[in-house]
């Protein structure tokens, strides 16, 4: 590219656009099809970031023409696109729109599937590229990528690409993730895959690397000497809702902790990489994902727990065990909590708390960073009731921004000291026109960027992690010692999370 | 909004704090100063324009209109902290001899330590970073489209007074065509042996997009005239055939390469605040426009 004329590193305001591409999309009737997948192709062909040609085939079990998915496409444009729609905009994609029916273990389907992509590259000068994104439940990636194998699909020619894309879950536990990557490494390339964990897309998650190392004032203090502990929360307000299938059995911490709250601790804690190519980062990523490891008594340093029925937000839910579809037996937790401790010179007694949970009080992810007192307070102690750690708080959504908490004399008292907030708010909005998560990285996929991608290794050491705890807590289970304690939704979670603090004289933040 | 009549700086700093306290957020998340130059007929439109581009980058939004400058200075005010977006705004209204030294009201109102840009949306000083208040702007925007006097040759003014941190909406439309015209080169690396850009007749982006292609490419570039709107045509010539983007209603271009289907691309002609945003996003030296506003005055001294 360099031997572009056009092309000028200094030349900043030239977007990065896709080279010729196109897209096939497995499960095109899904949720995450209609409302992030989508959405988020017209919104780069509306940024004009989409190279011209670009194409779209769905593939999936309906009796459809390609303009019926057409249809699908533009009611899911519609519905949930972040730009204005344009005509013309549409029309450059319309064009593109192929629909092959068909099953996963249908070869003929398959074959059709070759001839449409090898029609593209005549008609829509697609050239040879072509990212497939499974968008489907992890069951049948095995089907798919053998079926892409098998029809020479999954090979790219002399000069030209062939990547696929699949979303969590990356496996239920550290076999399961490792044979995935075995089925998915037999036929793609380790950067050929990309996994989608959609938070290492956000704008917030992104700023934390710029917050550490592009500034020299929070660096020094990132560290045992002044860092009290850490507390990594990712809170939803509503339940399972419709997904009692694929929650059930799975739960809170395979959910959320494996991928993306171990993410979000891997990026807070770890050292400075020699660079911010793909490769530099996960050497650090994976640096400190090694060297997490568990208390010795999981049962006093984790929490988990079901949603009780209840009202939350002033509207009365269900409990979990009384959702559509779940066993009134049922041990799935809905809400995790563990304690990690990071075994580096820089974080050595520094615990990291990590918590996560469905119908909680609020929507709300965020990184508190929780200071030390400090060692020596020259006030009176009635004057400093009111005071308590610093804290320095990244918030991740909704809300983007970093808040800074500490003391502060209130105004007119002799001298007395209480918390404040010191508050960057990501934009009023910078955030109106700052890409979704999902627009970045699908373009990164078709520009080939995998910085922002989980590899196998990570995923593997952070399941890594996690089994220990999860076969902790199927083992309870099974001696009938101990089962998910309900919590009141709407709520904070369960008492046995705040014991889990308590004991180590700590409190979780309201957040 | 609350109006100041016979007022100063220090007035108008005190009211934009008194707004923000009173909309019950004191913290300023506000990342730079825009400063507008503008005449009474446009103001409305350019802070609407303002505002909405605020929307990206909050900003401290300052309109000022200078009057007629004959007789006893007198300064009014329109402050506010707007409903629906990030900013906060002050109209100022300069009449009788302050108009000579509308710096001295701007100066006190500037936020601290961070950026200022200054637009002139439609009648540009000759020398914007001459101007006393280009002075005080780390971006100096013009729109040589939009000036009302000399528009023909506006834009070549403008690439005469060129020093750093100037530039020109002019510039900024054809961002999405240079876009386009890079990703045709990267997808298809072929050895361009000449260019022609086709437009109205006046349209200071064609003379640019001219400009830039004949400085990058080192080739011929002509310049032909249609009935536009805007830009309706790019032709990069190569041996294998022509590279062609033709956008006949301003809105869907046609896409054309050797070798290669024909391809419609959307390709609107953007709105200000679209415009504005862009600009503000980088504030540091723009060397590629720099290059571009060299070139275009050699091509025209060689015509």
């Known amino acids: 590219m360099s031997d572009n004329p056009l092309r000028d590193p200094r030349d900043r305001r030239l977007p990065r656009i896709a080279g010729p591409s196109g897209m096939v999309l497995f499960g095109v009737t899904g949720d995450l099809s209609r409302k992030k997948i989508m959405p988020a192709i017209y919104d780069l062909a509306n940024r004009g970031l989409l190279p011209p040609g670009f194409s779209l085939t769905g593939f999936a079990r309906r009796d459809w023409a390609d303009q019926d998915f057409a249809q699908i496409v533009h009611d899911s444009v519609k519905a949930h696109a972040r730009t204005d729609f344009?005509?013309?905009?549409?029309?450059?994609?319309?064009?593109?729109?192929?629909?092959?029916?068909?099953?996963?273990?249908?070869?003929?389907?398959?074959?059709?599937?070759?001839?449409?992509?090898?029609?593209?590259?005549?008609?829509?000068g697609t050239g040879g590229n072509h990212a497939f994104y499974l968008a489907i439940p992890p069951g049948f990636f095995g089907d798919v990528v053998g079926q892409l194998k098998e029809h020479g699909l999954a090979r790219a020619s002399e000069g030209s690409w062939r990547r696929v894309v699949i979303e969590k879950p990356f496996g239920h536990d550290l076999e399961s993730a490792r044979e995935l990557q075995g089925i998915l490494g037999e036929v793609f390339p380790s950067d050929s895959i990309f996994r989608i964990d959609h938070y290492l897309g956000k704008e917030t998650v992104q700023n934390i690397l710029a917050m550490r190392f592009a500034n020299e004032m929070f660096e020094p203090i990132w560290n045992s000497n002044y860092v009290d502990h850490v507390q990594i929360t990712m809170a939803e307000d509503i339940g399972i809702g419709g997904r009692a299938g694929y929650y059930d059995g799975i739960g809170a911490a395979r959910d959320v902790i494996q991928n993306h709250l171990l993410q979000l601790l891997s990026l807070v804690a770890m050292e400075e990489p020699t660079s911010f190519d793909a490769r530099s980062l996960r050497i650090e990523k994976q640096k400190v994902l090694s060297s997490v490891t568990l208390p010795r008594r999981l049962d006093l340093t984790t929490a988990r727990g079901q949603y009780a029925a209840g009202w939350a937000g002033g509207v009365k839910v269900p409990g979990f065990l009384e959702e559509e579809g779940i066993k009134r037996t049922s041990t799935t937790e809905t809400y995790a909590a563990v304690t990690l401790n990071v075994e580096t010179r820089r974080w050595a007694g520094v615990p990291f708390y990590l918590r996560t949970g469905k119908r909680l009080g609020r929507r709300v992810t965020e990184v508190a960073i929780v200071f030390k007192r400090a060692p020596h307070l020259p006030f009176a102690d009635s004057s400093i009731e009111e005071l308590g750690q610093n804290a320095l708080v990244i918030r991740i959504q909704p809300d983007e921004g970093v808040t800074l908490r500490f003391g502060s004399k209130v105004p007119g008292t002799q001298m007395e000291i209480r918390d404040v907030n010191m508050d960057f708010v990501y934009g009023g909005a910078f955030t109106e026109s700052s890409p979704e998560a999902y627009e970045r990285l699908i373009l990164d996929v078709l520009l080939g960027d995998p910085p922002l991608f989980p590899r196998h290794e990570e995923v593997e050491l952070s399941w890594q992690i996690l089994d220990p705890i999860l076969d902790h807590w199927a083992a309870q289970d099974e001696k009938g010692k101990g089962r998910p304690e309900p919590y009141e939704s709407g709520g904070w979670g369960p008492a046995s999370a705040d014991a889990m603090l308590a004991r180590d004289g700590r409190v979780w933040r309201r957040p | 909004m609350i109006e100041l009549t016979n007022t100063n700086s220090a007035e108008i700093a005190t009211e934009?704090?008194?707004?923000?306290?009173?909309?019950?957020?004191?913290?300023?998340?506000?990342?730079?100063?825009?400063?507008?130059?503008?005449?009474?007929?446009?103001?409305?439109?350019?802070?609407?324009?303002?505002?909405?581009?605020?929307?990206?980058?909050?900003?401290?939004?300052?309109?000022?209109?200078?009057?007629?400058?004959?007789?006893?200075?007198?300064?009014?005010?329109?402050?506010?902290?707007?409903?629906?977006?990030?900013?906060?705004?002050?109209?100022?209204?300069?009449?009788?001899?302050?108009?000579?030294?509308?710096?001295?009201?701007?100066?006190?109102?500037l936020l601290p330590d961070s950026p200022v840009a200054v637009w002139w949306p439609s009648h540009p000083p000759a020398d914007p970073a001459g101007d006393p208040l280009g002075r005080l702007a780390q971006r100096r925007i013009t729109d040589a489209a939009a000036a009302v006097r000399g528009k023909t040759k506006a834009i070549y003014r403008q690439c005469e007074a060129y020093t750093v941190g100037n530039t020109d909406l002019a510039w900024t439309r054809i961002t999405p065509w240079r876009a386009l015209l890079a990703a045709a080169l990267d997808q298809q690396p072929l050895k361009v042996t000449r260019a022609s850009v086709t437009a109205e007749r006046i349209s200071p982006s064609a003379d640019l997009l001219a400009a830039w292609l004949a400085d990058r490419l080192k080739v011929d570039v002509t310049r032909t005239s249609s009935s536009g709107p805007g830009i309706t045509e790019v032709v990069l010539e190569t041996r294998e055939g022509p590279i062609r983007i033709s956008r006949p209603d301003g809105r869907l271009a046609t896409f054309s390469s050797p070798d290669r289907p024909d391809r419609p691309v959307a390709l609107k002609r953007r709105e200000l605040p679209e415009l504005l945003a862009e600009e503000l996003r980088r504030l540091d030296e723009d060397d590629v426009y720099a290059e571009t506003t060299k070139r275009l005055l050699r091509m025209e001294a060689s015509r």
């Open chain 2, 16 to 109: 934009l704090r008194r707004a923000r306290v009173r909309a019950g957020s004191p913290a300023m998340g506000m990342v730079m100063t825009l400063v507008i130059v503008v005449a009474e007929d446009d103001a409305e439109g350019a802070m609407r324009a303002a505002r909405a581009a605020s929307h990206e980058h909050p900003a401290r939004v300052l309109g000022v209109i200078l009057g007629d400058a004959r007789g006893a200075a007198e300064i009014g005010a329109q402050v506010g902290t707007g409903s629906g977006w990030t900013g906060e705004t002050a109209l100022i209204r300069l009449k009788g001899e302050v108009v000579k030294h509308p710096e001295s009201v701007v100066l006190p109102l």
């Open chain 1, 86 to 124: 344009r005509e013309e905009v549409w029309q450059q994609l319309a064009e593109g729109f192929r629909f092959v029916p068909g099953n996963f273990d249908d070869d003929q389907a398959f074959d059709r599937l070759r001839r449409t992509i090898e029609e593209l590259d005549e008609l829509r």
